[in-house]
Structure formats: structure tokens, C-alpha cells
């Protein structure tokens, strides 16, 4: 019954930037985690990104320092800042948020990093 809608995903040079959004169609105040996944073409999906209800973020290594995951809560919108982004850094992203005991995911956004 919720839906999350993920945007902000395209082609970019190596050392680029992108931010990509997942906007909830409710509110996500009461949300009790959120988070950010990829999954490249024949790999398993990882997580990248996560953030609690308190605002305790965590990062996979290889994104640590470099993504960013934060909320709006006004715009009941969870962002993924990307920064230096790398050709491994190419997948399909997709948001996950954690509410009243469900897991609702976005439909995926794809990230392609080339030169």
C-alpha cells in the first residue's frame, strides 16, 4: 500500500555526480529503517547504504566517503548523493524503507558510469 517512486539515475563520466531520490507516497516519519541497494548484471544485490529511524547512517566500503544517504521528511523523500562515482559503481539502484513492520522497495533507477 506503499508506494516508492525512484529517480535521478542516467549515464555519467567517471569522478561525476549523481543524486538519486525515492519518494514515498506517505509519510516516512515513522519509518524504522531505510536504505539504498544495487544489484549489477550477474552479481547479487548488496546494500549500500543505511539509515535508522534515529538517523544512524551506515556505508559499504566501497561506497564509504563517497555516498551519501539522507532524508526529507517534509518531502517524505529518502536521496542517495553519489560523489566520485566510479565505473564499479554501475548498477541498478533501488530503495528500500522499512515501515510498520513491512519492507516496500522502489522500482529501480539505473546508474551507468563510463566514459
Known amino acids: 500500500q506503499v508506494q516508492l517512486v525512484e529517480s535521478g539515475g542516467g549515464l555519467v563520466q567517471p569522478g561525476g555526480s549523481l543524486r538519486l531520490s525515492c519518494a514515498a507516497s506517505?509519510?516516512?516519519?515513522?519509518?524504522?529503517?531505510m536504505g539504498w541497494y544495487r544489484q549489477a548484471p550477474g552479481k547479487q544485490r548488496e546494500l549500500v547504504a543505511h539509515?535508522?529511524?534515529?538517523?544512524?547512517?551506515n556505508y559499504a566500503d566501497s561506497v564509504k566517503g563517497r555516498f551519501t544517504i539522507s532524508r526529507d521528511n517534509a518531502k517524505n523523500t529518502v536521496y542517495l548523493q553519489m560523489n566520485s562515482l566510479k565505473p564499479e559503481d554501475t548498477a541498478a539502484y533501488y530503495c528500500?524503507?522499512?515501515?510498520?513492520?513491512?519492507?516496500?522497495w522502489g522500482q529501480g533507477t539505473q546508474v551507468t558510469v563510463s566514459s
Open positions: 528500500q524503507i522499512l515501515l510498520l513492520g513491512m519492507v516496500y
Open positions: 506517505g509519510s516516512i516519519v515513522r519509518a524504522n529503517a
Open positions: 539509515m535508522t529511524s534515529g538517523g544512524l547512517t
